[in-house]
Structure formats: C-alpha cells, structure tokens
C-alpha cells in the first residue's frame, strides 16, 4: 500500500524545456513535502520543501505545486540541463516527523 | 559548514554476522534519522532518535537498532544479518523533530552493505 506515489519511472526532457515531475500521496495527514534529487552511489539531495499551508515554493529553477484536495505535488524545473539527469524523489511526512514516506522516484534524462 | 558524514562507506559482511554503521549529523542539528534503500523497496524509514531517544520507529525487525549519543552522533547496528539486508543505509539530520512545521531532513552519502 504505496501512501506516495509517483507513477512515472522515467522522463525524457530537451535541453532548456520545462520538466515536470508529479508525486501523489494518499494520506490525508501529510502537511510536509520534499524533493529530493539522487545521483547513483551518492546520498540524496534535498531540493525543495513545501508546507501543507502554502499551494507554491520557488527555489531558483525549481518550483514546488501543491494542490491539497487532489493529494497531489509536482516538481517544476525550468529551464531544464544536462546535469539535472538524476532520480527525484518526493517524501512527506506529517507533525514534524522524521518518518518521511518517500515515493518510487523518477528518472530525469535531459537531453542535450 | 560540512555535512552528515557516515561511515564506512562500503563494506562486506558474511551471513549471520552482526554490523555498526556510524553516523555524524550537520553542526547543530539534533535529530538523526536511518532509511534503507533497495531496489526493490526504495527508501524505507528505519528509525529516529532525539536528545538519545527513540522517537518513532519504521517496520523493521528487531535486528536493526540504533541509538544516538549525547554529542547528537549515532549508530546503528545490524545483527544476525540476511542477504535480503543488502542495502545502502543512509542517515539523514536536522535541527529538530516534532513541532507544528516540517523539518527538512539532509542525508549524508551513505553506507552501502553487502552481505554474503
């Protein structure tokens, strides 16, 4: 019983494009978001962070969307580049938890 | 500022042999938190400690404990160990828990453990 969900494993972006990373979760009580990005053998990188307060966050090229009543986030890069070629995860948690939930990832291909 | 550091890096344990990971978080954060990662489970929650405690715990047996020591390092250990805990085992800090925000949570790079 996946409580985060990010249903597409993989997406391919042009250089300069917009890439649009979605995450779905399903419970309720999560009221925290982050994205993280991963290179292969390295730890993850925290990204970006969202409240279940706020609706958006913007950090440079990467904005954050949530929209509570669809239980839904996404992840916004723009414009995208080579090296954001990684796996990104979404995680939430709930009351200030460190029990985050992370969802499956998915893999980012920027191409040149 | 440097960031979570954990060690060893890599290593290789033989099956039913027992393993401590180490783990020193951020300057100044208080709560350290352990995830395994695998192929097949992706990033699962081990456990979380604050000023030494315990305070929540992830679905995982009893051979993997932790605890946390009063300069906010910590440890983990793995006892009697099965192929299946094959994993990279990340430990991840911030500056609290708890609270009615979130805490950002920022992971060093990792130990990978390979059992045989």
């Known amino acids: 019983d996946q409580q985060v969900k990010q249903n597409s494993p993989s997406l391919s972006v042009q250089e300069g494009r917009i890439s649009i990373l979605n995450c779905d979760y399903t419970n309720s009580m999560f009221d925290y978001f982050l994205w993280y990005k991963k290179y292969p053998a390295e730890g993850p990188t925290f990204l970006i962070s969202i409240s279940s307060i706020k609706d958006k966050n913007e950090d440079g090229r990467f904005t954050v969307f949530l929209n509570k009543s669809a239980k839904h986030l996404s992840l916004h890069i723009v414009p995208s580049q080579p090296g954001d070629s990684a796996v990104y995860f979404c995680a939430a948690s709930e009351q200030g938890g460190q029990n985050f939930v992370f969802g499956p990832g998915t893999r980012l291909s920027v191409l040149p | ?116």
């Open chain 2, 1 to 116: 500022k440097a960031g979570v550091t954990q060690t060893p890096r890599y290593l290789i344990k033989t099956r039913g042999q027992q393993v401590t990971l180490s783990c020193s978080p951020i300057s100044g954060h208080r709560s350290v938190s352990w995830y395994q990662q695998t192929p097949g489970q992706g990033l699962q929650f081990l456990f979380e400690y604050f000023s030494e405690t315990q305070r929540n715990k992830g679905n995982f047996p009893g051979r993997f404990s932790g605890r946390q020591f009063s300069n906010s390092r910590s440890e983990m250990n793995v006892s009697t160990l099965e192929l299946g805990d094959s994993a990279l085992y990340l430990c991840a800090s911030s500056l609290s828990t708890g609270g009615s925000s979130g805490n950002t949570i920022y992971f060093g790079e990792g130990s990978w453990l390979t059992v045989v």
